[in-house]
């Protein structure tokens, strides 16, 4: 049974910092891409930022040069590292694993496994 386990959210004042890690378990998600998105209330699910196999980041627009996504474990466990965040920034955050790399990193659609999320809120 595949599982991905989200952990690292929390409470923190804008411009603060969070680490969230995504570990993949019961298969080889070794070539998978893994991909971070959020979910404010009200909103839809939106794209962070995704890694493939070998590093080679992909990020929204609003996040980049904040937001570093990276891999580690022989590629079965994701981290976003957040950095200035902003009270925009505050939703539930998942992470999930799709096949192949491209333009379509950012469509939830293209994941097959999604974890249960994490709360990021950031607030004074």
């Known amino acids: 049974q595949v599982q991905l386990e989200e952990s690292g959210g929390g409470l923190v004042q804008p411009g603060g910092s969070l680490r969230l890690s995504c570990a993949a378990s019961?298969?080889?998600?070794?070539?998978?891409?893994m991909g971070w998105f959020r979910q404010a209330p009200g909103k839809e699910r939106e794209f962070v930022a995704a890694v493939k196999w070998s590093g080679e980041g992909d990020y929204a627009g609003s996040v980049k040069g904040r937001f570093t996504i990276s891999r580690a474990n022989a590629a079965t466990t994701s981290y976003l590292q957040m950095n200035n965040l902003k009270p925009e920034d505050t939703a539930v955050y998942y992470c999930?694993?799709?096949?192949?790399?491209?333009?379509?990193?950012?469509?939830?659609?293209?994941?097959?496994?999604w974890g249960q999320g994490t709360q990021v809120t950031v607030s004074a």
């Open positions: 999930g694993t799709r096949g192949g790399w491209g333009a379509s990193n950012n469509s939830p659609m293209q994941y097959k496994h």
């Open positions: 019961g298969r080889t998600f070794m070539y998978d891409t």
